[in-house]
């Protein structure tokens, strides 16, 4: 009975962050964010991995080639970029060849948000790709530093029932802890 509660919990969280900080996002244009992950191999680990198809799959309907995919992360980990791994792996695994962009000076989510922010400014539609709780507080980082960016925020992909259901308990208990610094309207799911 405890291990069901807790697997409902689990899920019950990770879809509230899926769903805060995010509006309908009016227009054509699209970007989609993809948040990298410590990677000390030479090619994309199991999350990164992840997180490419993630993004990926967030690719609105018959908008593949009119998004541009934003890979962001630096060598945090490894010699290689994480952004540079991500990308590789979503053209040559997943055959994508839409628009890749690669972002890849920044070791914290704080500086993903940062380094990418020019290359949002022309879009209409923002999505960031990552773990539900991690994608939050890159848009509670993103409303922060650019209000009127954050306004184009939409829902991405990242949060699917029953995808990683074993673990989502524990990945709400490590989300809990990264977002304790978020405010309380930076929680809220959106309407």
């Not at 954050?150 to 524990?170: C, F, I, S, T």
Request: proline fraction near 4%; avoid cysteine; aromatic fraction near 8%.
């Amino acid at each position: 009975m405890a291990g069901a509660a807790a697997l409902i919990w689990g899920e019950w969280l990770n879809w509230r962050w899926s769903r805060a900080l995010v509006g309908s996002g009016e227009g054509d244009s699209e970007a989609v964010v993809v948040l990298g992950y410590r990677n000390p191999q030479a090619t994309a680990n199991f999350v990164n991995r992840w997180r490419v198809r993630a993004g990926i799959r967030s690719i609105a309907a018959g908008r593949p080639h009119g998004t541009r995919v934003i890979f962001s992360g630096g060598a945090a980990g490894g010699a290689a970029a994480e952004a540079r791994l991500m990308a590789d792996y979503a053209k040559s695994v997943l055959k994508f060849d839409g628009t890749v962009l690669l972002e890849d000076r920044s070791a914290t989510t704080w500086e993903n948000i940062a380094n990418v922010i020019p290359l949002l400014e022309d879009v209409d539609r923002i999505k960031i790709a990552s773990q539900p709780a991690h994608a939050l507080k890159a848009r509670a980082y993103l409303r922060r530093r650019r209000p009127d960016l954050a306004r184009r925020l939409v829902r991405a992909d990242d949060y699917r029932p029953g995808e990683w259901m074993v673990v989502k308990p524990l990945l709400a208990l490590y989300g809990l802890w990264t977002l304790r610094g978020l405010k309380a309207d930076e929680r809220k799911v959106s309407p």
